[in-house]
């Protein structure tokens, strides 16, 4: 079974930082998509990031970019110049042949 | 753009009552996920549908069911609720041979007395 393992409950930087979100995950799978998705207080899940496990190239949108590590399973999102609209719970999510599975999520807090 | 819409929106049942939640996808998408997220914690995955059928399973109770329809729409049906039925529940859709990315629905907070 996957597993995806998020190893920071909780995070905090100042507005314009940069941010590191960790996340690990486990499969025999060969194709599968990883995912970062933000739930912001109002509980919507919105998809931030998006990459293919055969794409060696780090996806990025605008100032969220990803380290994407096969080999080691590693899939880590970075937020550049962070804004206090960031401030969230972000899961790292893993699909392979069927379901969505989650990690335990972080919370990132963006101080002013 | 069209999203997915949950209906409703908020819910509030006593124990052991029954509870139905609606999820319309998006247009043109063919598979319809429900998860399941409790207080503090990541989304469960319960069940999927692709074309009306189901087409995966996960940690959903035997008290829980749930159908995709003709049009699309899905309902997940849940009886003699228990106060650990608490949460929220999210419907995702995607288009099946698409990139694989689900789009959420808003929730569907559902709280039992």
């Known amino acids: 079974a996957q597993t995806v393992t998020q190893s920071q409950p909780e995070m905090s930087v100042q507005e314009a930082e940069t941010v590191t979100l960790s996340c690990t995950y486990d499969?025999?799978?060969?194709?599968?998509?990883l995912f970062w998705y933000k739930q912001p207080p109002s509980r919507q899940m919105i998809l931030v990031i998006r990459?293919?496990?055969?794409?060696?190239q780090n996806a990025t949108e605008n100032r969220f970019s990803v380290n994407f590590q096969k080999a080691a399973k590693s899939f880590s999102l970075k937020i550049s110049d962070s804004q206090l609209g960031d401030t969230a719970m972000y899961f790292c999510a893993f699909k392979g042949a069927q379901k969505l599975v989650f990690g335990q999520g972080t919370r990132l807090t963006i101080n002013p | 753009a069209a999203g997915v819409i949950q209906s409703p929106r908020h819910l509030i049942k006593e124990k052991r009552e029954t509870a139905t939640l609606k999820c319309y996808p998006i247009?043109?998408?063919?598979?319809v996920y429900w998860y399941q997220q409790g207080p503090g914690q990541d989304p469960q995955f319960l069940i999927s549908?692709?074309?009306?059928?189901?087409?995966d399973k996960g940690s959903i109770p035997d008290r829980f069911s749930a159908q995709q329809f003709s049009d699309y729409h899905s309902e997940l049906n849940m009886s003699s609720l228990e106060l650990g039925d608490s949460a929220l529940y999210f419907c995702a859709s995607s288009s099946r041979g698409a990139y694989n990315e689900q789009f959420f629905g808003p929730g569907t907070r559902l709280t039992v007395l």
């Open positions: 990459q293919e496990a055969y794409k060696q």
């Open positions: 549908f692709y074309e009306k059928m189901q087409s």
């Open positions: 247009p043109r998408h063919d598979t």
């Open positions: 499969t025999s799978e060969n194709n599968y998509y």
